[in-house]
C-alpha cells in the first residue's frame, strides 16, 4: 500500500485528532452496541429497537441546522470541546443509572435524547474543525477519508468488545468505557493547536441562516445530489443494522457476543473500503462510486435476509459495511470539497439531517414492518429499495444532463 495514503499524519495536529478520536469513538460503538442490546433483551420488539434508534438520532434531525449556524458563527475548536464534554457527562448519567439504580428501558430512551441533541451541536464543528487542521487543502480528502477508517475501525472493535464486555460484566461497564474515552479526546483537543478565531458580523438570525443555507445546498447540485442520494438510502437502506439483535438473537440463536461479531463485521467492511477510498487521488469518480455501491448494498442485503448460517452471514454483512462506508463518506467528501468556508456548517448539518435525522425515522418504519413481516423479509425490502433508488437516480442525472 502507497505511504500516500496516509499523507494526513504528516500534520502533528491532525495526528493528535485522530488519535483521540480513535478511542473516543471505540467507547461511542461500545456503548451503542449495549444500549440496542439492552433494549431488545428486555422487549424483545423490533418496534422498541427502531424507538431507542430514534430517540438516539432523531433530535439530530430537529436541532442540526442549528448546530450548522453555531459551527459558522462561533469559534469550532471550542464548540468541539464543550460538545465532547457534555457527551462525557452524559455517558456518566448512563453509566450511573445502569449500574446503581433500577433502571427502566424509558430511562435509557431519555438520556439517549439527550445524546442526540449534543450531537447535533457536536457533528458540525467536529467535522467544520478538520478543515481548520488540515492546512494543505489538497489532502483534505485524504483526511476525511482516514476520519471515515477512523469510525470504522472503532466500529470493527467496539461491538466485538462491547460483546464480550456486555455477558460477563453487564451494560454498565460499557457505559463507564464510553465515558472515559471521552477523556483522550478532550485530552488530545487541549494540545491541538488552531489559528485564532475570528469573529463573522452577522445581521441576521439563525433562522435566516438555516433559510440561506438550504437554499444555497438546493441551488448547488454538486451539494445537493448526494445529499438527496444518501436522504433516501437513510431512510429506506441503511437502518437494516436495526435488525442485527433480532438476527443475532433469533436467527442464530446467539448471544450478546453474536450481535458484537456481526456489528464488528461490518465495521471490518467499512474499514478496508475507508482506506481503499483514503488510497485514491482521484475525485471526479465520486458520483459513479456512490451508485455503484448503492448497487452493490442492495444486492448484499437480499442476498443477507434469508440466510441462516452464521459465517455466511458474517461475510456478507462485511460486504455490506464495505459499500455503507463509501455512500457516507464519499458523500462528505463531496460536501466538504464543494461547500464555501462560510456555508460549511450548515451544509453538514444538512448532511446531518440526511444521514443521522433520518435513519431514525427508517428505523421505526423498518422495526414496524419486521413485526408484521419477520425481519429477514424486511431487510430484503430494503435491498429492493436500494436498487431501485439507484435506478431513480441514474435516470433522474441523465435526464437532466
Known amino acids: ?69 453555531a459551527a459558522d458563527r462561533y469559534n469550532r ?4 470541546l464543550i460538545t465532547q464534554t457534555s457527551l462525557l457527562v452524559q455517558a456518566g448519567l448512563l453509566t450511573a443509572m445502569v449500574l446503581f439504580t433500577h433502571y427502566t428501558v424509558w430511562g435509557i430512551i431519555v438520556l439517549s435524547i439527550v445524546q442526540g441533541i449534543i450531537n447535533a451541536f457536536d457533528l458540525p464543528a467536529r467535522q467544520s474543525l478538520v478543515n481548520e487542521i488540515i492546512k494543505k487543502k489538497e489532502n ?12 470504522k475501525l472503532a466500529w470493527l472493535i467496539g461491538p466485538a468488545v462491547s460483546g464480550i464486555v456486555l455477558a460477563k460484566y453487564g451494560a454498565g461497564i460499557c457505559f463507564l468505557i464510553n465515558a472515559l474515552s471521552y477523556l483522550a479526546v478532550i485530552i488530545a483537543l487541549v494540545f491541538i493547536k488552531v489559528s485564532p478565531f475570528i469573529p463573522q458580523a452577522r445581521s ?49 440463536k446467539g448471544n450478546a457476543a453474536t450481535y458484537g461479531y456481526l456489528n464488528s463485521m461490518i465495521g471490518a467492511g467499512s474499514l478496508i473500503g ?21 448497487l452493490i448494498l442492495g444486492m448484499t442485503l437480499i442476498a443477507f435476509s434469508h440466510i441462516t448460517i452464521l459465517p455466511v452471514a458474517l461475510f456478507f454483512v462485511a460486504i455490506a459495511g464495505f459499500a455503507m462506508m463509501f455512500q457516507t463518506t464519499v458523500s462528505q467528501t463531496i460536501i466538504q470539497l464543494e461547500a464555501s468556508d462560510e456555508m460549511r456548517g450548515r451544509v453538514l448539518s444538512f448532511f446531518m439531517m440526511a444521514f443521522f435525522g433520518l435513519q ?20 430484503l425490502f430494503q435491498g429492493i429499495f436500494a436498487i431501485i433508488i439507484t435506478i431513480l437516480f441514474v435516470y433522474f442525472l441523465r435526464r437532466n444532463k
Open 360 to 379: 431514525p425515522v427508517g428505523g421505526l418504519l423498518i422495526g414496524a414492518i419486521s413485526e408484521l413481516t419477520g425481519a429477514a423479509n424486511a431487510i
Open 77 to 80: 475548536y471550542r464548540l468541539t
Open 274 to 294: 475507508a482506506i481503499a477510498l483514503a488510497s485514491l487521488k482521484n475525485n471526479k469518480y465520486m458520483i459513479k462510486i456512490l451508485f455503484i455501491s448503492l
Open 140 to 151: 483534505l480528502a485524504n483526511a476525511i477519508a482516514l476520519n471515515s477508517s477512523m469510525g
Open 204 to 252: 441576521h438570525n439563525a433562522f435566516v441562516e438555516i433559510k440561506k443555507g438550504f437554499n444555497y445546498v438546493m441551488h448547488t447540485p454538486s451539494l445537493r445530489i448526494p445529499i438527496l442520494l444518501l436522504a433516501s438510502v437513510s431512510l429506506l437502506v441503511l437502518p437494516f443494522t436495526t435488525l442485527l439483535p433480532v438476527f443475532a438473537k433469533v436467527v442464530f
Open 1 to 69: 500500500m502507497k505511504i500516500d495514503t496516509f499523507r494526513s499524519f504528516s500534520n502533528p495536529n491532525y495526528r493528535l485528532y485522530f488519535l483521540g478520536q480513535s478511542i473516543s469513538l471505540i467507547g461511542t460503538w461500545m456503548q451503542r452496541t449495549a444500549v440496542y442490546w439492552v433494549i431488545f433483551d428486555q422487549t424483545n420488539s423490533s418496534l422498541m429497537l427502531g424507538l431507542v434508534v430514534f430517540a438516539t438520532q432523531f433530535p439530530s434531525f430537529l436541532f442540526s441546522p442549528f448546530g450548522g449556524v
